[in-house]
């Protein structure tokens, strides 16, 4: 049973740091680029951060260079999103997401992902 399971959300006051991670199983995680994408109330999902199978490959959302890192372990079967400086804007639910990829390219488009976690709340007080 494929699971993919979020955790590390809250609330945070703007300028703060969070980390998120997501815990992999039942697929060959070693297989997959993963991502983070969030989704505000009324607004459309978007991909935050995306990394390689191999960690070799990473892309960024515009509004979060600089501030957010997506990391990976493939032993621990683990991606994680240490997110700093946290702005009001950032607030949205985040899901962790796998695309079945072995090359180092990295997808922003929801449609390539194939399993996606239940995400997890991030909230961030001005």
């Known amino acids: 049973q494929v699971q993919l399971v979020e955790s590390g959300g809250g609330l945070v006051q703007a300028g703060g740091s969070l980390r998120l991670s997501c815990e992999a199983s039942?697929?060959?995680?070693?297989?997959?680029?993963m991502g983070w994408f969030r989704q505000a109330a009324g607004k459309e999902r978007e991909v935050v951060a995306a990394i390689s199978w191999s960690g070799g490959g990473t892309r960024y959302a515009d509004s979060v260079k600089d501030r957010f890192t997506i990391s990976r372990d493939n032993a621990k079967k683990q991606v994680w999103l240490q997110m700093n400086n946290l702005k009001p804007e950032d607030a949205a639910v985040y899901f962790c997401?796998?695309?079945?990829?072995?090359?180092?390219?990295?997808?922003?488009?929801?449609?390539?992902?194939?399993?996606w976690g239940q995400g997890t709340q991030v909230t961030v007080s001005s």
């Open positions: 997401a796998a695309d079945y990829r072995l090359n180092q390219r990295v997808s922003a488009a929801r449609h390539d992902y194939d399993y």
């Open positions: 039942g697929f060959t995680f070693s297989s997959y680029a």
